[in-house]
């Protein structure tokens, strides 16, 4: 059974880079795509962007600027940068597998997610 | 991007009672439409995928359908476990996105 964990700092400060990283195990991570997303405190999910096996990538514009999403296939991991972090961005960030059929995709299964918090 | 707005924002219901949630989106996603389930300081778990297609070990009480732009998900009989929160998501186009959720209450 596939499992995802997510590790990185739990504290950014402001105007820095957000760095998380994403193991996958159980699985190769040589198949399907990887995504983040996360959930500021009490709010709803946001989707940040996919990174495919192949290594394409497709991010959210509302973050495109400022997002990096990249795949170590050695080590069975993908990654998330964020850079120029502000308040905002303070979240639960997770990372998903997205599964793809024929006609749909859906997320499954997610990370445990990890909670970042932009503060001086 | 397309939007996804659920309805209601918030529901109050009983165990046992039979409960809808209901799901629009901006424009039609065919059968691109996954709901999960979140409960408090847990991580989202999938419900439904492609609209109506139950996820291997979901209690068969949770049913999805609907096409196009209009979807439902149904909890036929609450059970006191199934209060969270519940999210739409549709898998059309990029960027991914969620319906605002909605928070089942006791």
């Known amino acids: 059974q596939v499992q995802l964990q997510e590790s990185g700092p739990g504290l950014v400060k402001p105007s820095e880079t957000l760095s998380l990283t994403c193991t996958v195990s159980g699985g190769s991570i040589s198949s399907y795509y990887w995504s983040w997303i996360r959930q500021p405190p009490g709010k709803g999910l946001e989707w940040i962007g996919f990174i495919h096996y192949s290594g394409s990538t497709n991010y959210n514009p509302s973050l495109k600027s400022r997002v990096t999403i990249s795949l170590d296939t050695s080590k069975n991991q993908f990654s998330l940068k964020v850079s120029s972090v502000i308040a905002a961005d303070t979240a639960v960030y997770y990372c998903?597998?997205?599964?793809?059929?024929?006609?749909?995709?859906?997320?499954?299964?997610w990370g445990q997610g990890t909670l970042v918090t932009v503060s001086s | 991007d397309i939007q996804m707005t659920q309805s209601p924002s918030s529901l109050s219901a009983s165990v046992g009672d039979r409960v809808t949630i209901t799901c629009r989106a901006s424009q039609s996603i065919s059968i691109n439409l996954n709901w999960y389930q979140q409960k408090p300081g847990k991580v989202p778990e999938l419900l439904i995928y492609a609209a109506s297609s139950l996820q291997s070990g979901v209690p068969s009480r949770f049913s999805g359908s609907g096409s196009g732009t209009d979807f439902t998900l149904t909890i036929s009989s609450l059970q006191p476990e199934d209060f969270a929160t519940y999210y739409c998501q549709q898998s059309y186009s990029t960027p991914r996105t969620f319906g605002q959720g909605t928070k089942l209450k006791i």
């Open positions: 998903a597998r997205e599964e793809v059929a024929i006609d749909s995709s859906w997320f499954d299964p």
